[in-house]
């Protein structure tokens, strides 16, 4: 479906010219509206380009957010206390429902659902690289909640003015329902700091060092190696790049740091008075492609436990359609008897 409206093939009779010409004007119209901040709607015309990578974007961002449930699911029987234990089944579930949002974006542009999670299943497809690294201790979910979280609103707060409006909307939803996850992570972690033992206050401090880098990686590759990034502004698909969202990011949260009575696995952190931000250290890119690649710690888990998901879910997809088909066949004779009926009435 979604090479519709680039097809410049010649028509019957031999002459493209005709389409060529309505082509222009569409991708004019177009033009003319992303330039002037307006949005895209589902039926509206769009560049092939322009839907692919749109299809690529939201499903790799569907993705994250079921596989970013695992991490996490490892620490619902374990949780300290019946709150944590509410809080986190609550936010668990919220992420379920932001990939089924996302889904649904990305099934407006005419790629299917099944489709998608084929990708994902078949190791295909990508998903955010932070999802590949262990949760060894409790404090674990209260940073993914604090710095995980706290990355991905950063990220996608600008979203909500993605010119793509079915994304956007998704977004706006999603992004309050991120707000309280990171509120969640860093009040459980203010909790062990403040009120915790030396043991646990060394169990923070712990998770914060194995986090930190990785969570300066989700925003991407720097800017001057981003392969989608200037294509992705000039659409207003991204409206803040990777290096700026990466710095505000941590701008933001080494003040948070502090608070809290932490510091950053980073010796190069340091306030810079000239430009007004902190100075941080070198990404281990090296460190970010392997695991992108496949290569994390947890890579191979994640996949095996979607893909287990997924087949311990058939017999509920089978009912459901069971269900469905049977709904349309009891429909469609209802209709058929009501046809009958209609039809003698008026013979007689
Ligand atoms: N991990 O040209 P670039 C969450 C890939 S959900 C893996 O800069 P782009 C949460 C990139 O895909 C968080 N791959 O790409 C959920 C591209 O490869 P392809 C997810 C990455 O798209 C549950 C290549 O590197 N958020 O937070 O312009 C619980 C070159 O990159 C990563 C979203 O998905 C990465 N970190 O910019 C808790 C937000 N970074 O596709 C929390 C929406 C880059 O050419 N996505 N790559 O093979 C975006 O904003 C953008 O896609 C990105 C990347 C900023 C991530």
């Known amino acids: 479906m979604y090479t519709q409206s680039m097809d410049t093939m010649a028509r019957e009779g031999g002459d493209n010219a005709p389409r060529v010409l309505e082509d222009a004007a569409l991708q004019a119209r177009f033009d003319e509206r992303i330039d002037a901040g307006g949005f895209i709607e589902a039926k509206d ?9 749109l299809i690529r974007q939201i499903s790799q961002h569907a993705h994250s957010e079921i596989v970013g449930m695992l991490p996490e699911g490892n620490w619902v029987t374990r949780a300290p206390t019946l709150k944590r234990k509410s809080i986190l089944l609550a936010k668990i579930q919220d992420e379920g429902g932001h990939g089924l949002y996302l889904y649904a974006a990305a099934e407006t542009l005419g790629v299917s659902r099944d489709e998608l999670l084929d990708a994902l299943h078949s190791g295909k497809a990508k998903y955010s690289s932070i999802f590949n690294y262990p ?52 009040d459980a972690l203010l909790a062990m700091m403040e009120q915790g033992t030396d043991a646990q206050r060394a ?13 300066l990686m989700m925003f991407g590759p720097h800017d001057a190696d981003s392969t989608h990034s200037a294509q992705s502004m000039r659409w207003g698909i991204k409206r803040i790049s990777n290096d700026d969202l990466r710095q505000k990011f941590v701008d933001a949260t080494v003040q948070q740091a502090q608070v809290l009575g932490v510091t950053m696995p980073d010796p190069d952190l340091r306030w810079n008075e000239e430009r007004q931000h902190w100075d941080f250290g070198k990404i281990d890119w090296d460190e970010f492609w392997r695991v992108v690649g496949g290569d994390g710690a947890c890579n191979r888990e994640r996949l095996a436990m ?34 009958h009926d209609t039809e003698q009435l008026q013979a007689a």
């Open 203 to 215: 169990m923070v401090q712990d998770a914060i060092n194995r986090w930190w880098w990785p969570c």
């Open 45 to 53: 015309w769009m560049p092939q380009d322009y839907r692919k990578t």
């Open 135 to 186: 949760t060894l201790n409790w404090a674990d979910v209260g940073v993914i909640g604090w710095l995980v979280d706290g990355a991905a609103i950063m990220n996608q707060v600008p979203l909500c003015r993605c010119s793509y409006a079915p994304y956007a909307r998704a977004m706006i939803r999603v992004c309050r329902e991120e707000s309280f996850h990171q509120r969640q992570g860093y």
């Open 306 to 339: 979607r893909v287990k998901a997924w087949d311990d879910g058939a017999w509920v997809r089978e009912a459901a359609t069971a269900h469905a088909a049977k709904q349309a066949a009891r429909l469609a004779a209802a209709q058929a008897a009501q046809h």
